[in-house]
């Protein structure tokens, strides 16, 4: 799978089903759709990047804090990909890829996020940037314009 720095991300329509993975936000990535999905697990937030009915990568942790973010990464053979979950005050997350930074907008999970497990005020994101072969990778939360 390729992906494209302008990949659009949308919120589902519709709610899934109880105890399935919660679609918090949908995307391509030239041309290949990509899905982050998050449910609780053993007691953990886990955030899964799914691609044409297989999950890509899954990290689970404990629910981040109001202005934490918990990240995974996952590449393709041209891209670099950085999704996870992040606290209610994080408006947007600022990801490094190498010398290549984005800032990505944080989507706030739908109503049915206490059905799957999920903090209500929990929300995801995904970078894509270009594949830094061995490039160090950071995600740094940036908070909610007036948080505290």
Not at 8 to 23: E, F, K, N
Not at 32 to 38: A, F, N
Not at 61 to 79: G, N
């Amino acid at each position: 799978m390729g992906a494209s720095a302008g990949a659009v991300a949308t919120l589902p329509s519709g709610p899934d089903r109880v105890g399935q993975p919660l679609a918090v936000a949908r995307g391509t990535a030239d041309g290949t759709p990509w899905r982050l999905d998050l449910v609780r697990r053993d007691g953990q937030l886990c955030a899964t990047l799914a691609t044409e009915g297989a999950a890509f990568d899954t990290v689970c942790e404990r629910a981040p804090r109001r202005e934490q973010v918990v990240r995974q990464v996952a590449t393709t053979p041209t891209r670099t990909l950085v999704f996870g979950v992040a606290g209610a005050g994080v408006d947007r997350v600022r990801v490094t890829v190498g010398g290549r930074t984005r800032t990505v907008a944080t989507v706030p999970v739908s109503a049915a996020a206490t059905d799957h497990g999920v903090p209500r005020d929990a929300r995801g994101f995904v970078a894509e940037l270009p594949r830094g072969r061995g490039a160090a990778v950071r995600a740094r939360a940036v908070p909610l314009r007036g948080a505290p």
